[in-house]
Structures are given as structure tokens and as C-alpha cells.
């Protein structure tokens, strides 16, 4: 499936940086000239994805609440594993929603930590009892929490794929022991740091998904965005019930939304869903807005 197919708009020209690639939320652009040519601007946008389609309708300051987000988290993780962030001195155009970052030789996994069960890896437990080949009790629900939070790699798809689950071994025979050992420990060493920062701000965060690369000199590089709510499950604390879909600080309120009579969409169509209410961008903007503050401290 081709960019042009998911709805994804062209990257807009920015002054001294050649767009290289537009993804669902970011693009991406070398630097051709000053101090960090050579080196990669990666713009995150107001745009939303559902069901692997990006929508017509953006999210107000959604760019700049998912920047700002993982700025903060990469200075909590910082003493864990370096990170790709260079400067936040960005043209004015995408100022605020824009980082100067390593070009980094990218591992080919979704570094992906669960300490609950649910998602993909509640269908994998549900037909298997295990979650990418690892055993877990019988009798979990979604929602469980884990008896400790697992490694559940998965392998990076192409645009407009989905990622799919693998083992552990699976990994180790694609990057190697040594490579697969260290992102193994360095995922779930971020993982159980963001937990335990996130539980004392009444967030449960349920999973993570990661992505690392590598400098020349062979040092392992935490990249892309980290412990966003694209790109994490996070859960309000006090209203967390095993056993149904949970509440949560995402864009599930775009989803149920186009799965509603409402929408008139149908799923099965192949067609993209229809522009959202303004009510539900408001919505959902205020979902954002409310994980950035309670996990931070700071106002948006």
C-alpha cells in the first residue's frame, strides 16, 4: 500500500532540508547546510491514523504534544541509553514540533515491553497462552497485569502493514545474540523506569513500543519517538478494571467514533473513514493534552 493509498500528504518544503520520508505522523528531511548537515530534522505533524489510514482531519498541537513528550521522557531515561535528540533549534516553520537528530544505523525491531495484557497480545495469549513465545498463567483477561513485564519484539513492517509479533529467538537469528540481548534489557530497563514514574502520576502504562539504532562506533541509540500516546497504551490509574477494554490517553476516541453508526463508515469498505466532528478532535486534543500535563507536571 502506497503513501498516495493511506492518505499521507507529500512533505512540505523546508528551507536547507531535503524531505526524504512522510509516514502517518512524521516526516523526516536531511539537513543540507550549517552545523548539523548531514544529520536528519524529524517533524512531527498534527495528523491522526486509524486503521491505517490517515484522516483528513488533524489534531490541534498534536505535533508539538508528542515533541514535547518525548523531550521530557528522553531526560528520564537519559542515565538508561542515549538518545538521538541533537538540537531542538529548528527552522521557524516547524519550531516546537521539530528535533535535530542522529542519523543512526535503525535495528530492523519494534522493541515492544508489555506489563498488561492486552492488544495483539491478548489475541496471541487468547489462541496460544503465550505472547511471542513467551508462556504466561492461565486465566488472564484483558487487561491483567503481568507477573513481570514481558520482551514482545515484533518485526517493522512496511507502510501500510501491520507489524507482526515474533520471538525472541526469531530476533537473535535475524540481529544476533549479543545485538538482541541488549535490546532486549535495554526495552524493558525503559519500560519498568517509565512505569514506575508514570504509576506515581496515577498512569498505568500498559505497553511501549521502541525503536533503537546504532552510531558508527556501535553505541545503542534510543531514536524515533519514545512513550508517547502514539506509541504507548497509557491507562488512568484509578479506573483500571481487568477484564473489559480500558479507558485510556489515546486516539481510541477516533476509533469508536468511526466504528459508531455515527460515522457512517464501514470498515470493510477499503475506503478512508470520513472527516472527524469537531466535538471529537476537541476531545481527543484534551486527551493529549491531559497525558502530557499528568505525566510531566508542566502545562501545555
Known sequence: MSAADLNIPTAPPIAGARPLHSGKVRDLYEIE???HAGQLLMVASDRISIFDFVLDSTIPDKGEILTRMSLW????????VPHHVLSTDVPAAVAGRAVVCERLAMWPVECVARGYLTGS???DYTATGEVCGVALPAGLVDGSRLPEPVFTPATKAELGEHDENVSYAAVAATIGDTAAEELRDLTLAVYSRAEALARERGIVLADTKLE???RADGTTVLGDEVLTPDSSRFWPADAWRPGRTQPSYDKQIVRNWALSPESGWDRASGEAPPPLPAEVVERTRARYVE?????TGERF
Open 33 to 35: 547546510e550549517g552545523e
Open 73 to 80: 521522557w528522553f531526560d528520564q531515561l537519559a542515565d538508561l
Open 121 to 123: 497480545g491478548l489475541v
Open 212 to 214: 533503537f539504532g546504532a
Open 291 to 295: 497525558a502530557y500535563e499528568l505525566l
